[in-house]
């Protein structure tokens, strides 16, 4: 078979793997036979996000070993020494890669305009947001270059907030829009080694970080408002469909949101 045709190894890392997006990404990709390594600060968030994807879907109990197909390494993606350990202890756990989804993010300090914004606070969501996701992204490009045969595949967590703010974002809104260049310059630099790269952007997935949503959350207009959400499962099945692919294909962009959430035509 022709190696564009194939895909690439089932070893995956997913940053931010302790809750929300993160944990349900690598939950679906567990259940699909990948073998994954959980990234994130908080190690006892991890170990609950394996202790899960040990678990029998059916609720029975199982003598599989929690770690037989994930990998917990506490990491804090700012850190160059933190991500270079994460990637050499995934190369001697799993082998050669085939999957990065760079996940970890923050948002911030909410509803600060953005003439009130700390620089402190705005340096933080960078650092996570973009030199975070640069950091992994270079590690995992190296790896999927120089390994044998060469490639894998990137996917970058974007979000609706790459495409369009909300109020009070400012620091959000441009590391999305930046990891947008990221996702596009990676992807052409990657066409020579057959490393694919991707971005999905989210629009209201239920996570810890959308609670507020169903409260009520600030509006162009002025106005707070209640939206929708969207089970974050079907976000996962998404990117597990971009992971499986072969590498002569890719999602370049997927945009995945609540279907009445106030994205088209949200100022």
């Known amino acids: 078979m022709n190696a564009e045709r194939t895909a690439p190894p089932k070893n995956a890392v997913v940053t931010g ?104 606070a705005w340096r933080q969501v960078v650092d996570t947001n973009l030199n975070g996701a640069f950091l992994c992204a270079q590690a995992a490009f190296r790896r999927m270059k120089e390994q044998d045969p060469q490639g894998g595949r990137i996917i970058n967590n974007g979000s609706i907030s790459a495409h369009v703010p909300r109020p009070h974002s400012v620091a959000y809104t441009a590391t999305k829009h930046a990891l947008t260049g990221l996702t596009k310059s990676l992807s052409l630099d990657g066409r020579p080694y057959r490393i694919a790269v991707g971005q999905i952007d989210i629009g209201n997935a239920a996570t810890d970080m959308t609670e507020r949503m169903r409260s009520g959350i600030p509006q162009a207009n002025g106005q707070l408002a209640v939206e929708p959400v969207m089970d974050v499962a079907d976000v996962a099945r998404t990117v597990r469909h971009m992971a499986e692919l072969p590498l002569a294909a890719n999602v370049q962009f997927a945009t995945v949101l609540a279907t009445t959430m106030p994205y088209v035509g949200r100022g």
């Open 17 to 120: 793997a302790g809750s929300g997006v993160g944990r349900a990404v690598a939950l679906e990709l567990v259940r699909a036979g990948w073998s994954v390594a959980l990234a994130g600060r908080r190690e006892e968030t991890l170990r609950e996000t394996a202790a899960l994807a040990a678990a029998p879907s059916d609720g029975t109990s199982s003598p599989e070993d929690p770690g037989a197909r994930t990998l917990c390494v506490r990491t804090d993606v700012t850190s160059p020494d933190d991500v270079a350990a994460l990637f050499a202890a995934v190369a001697d756990r799993f082998g050669p890669l085939g999957l990065l989804f760079n996940n970890a993010g923050t948002f911030g300090p909410g509803g600060v305009p953005v003439e009130e914004l700390p620089y402190d």
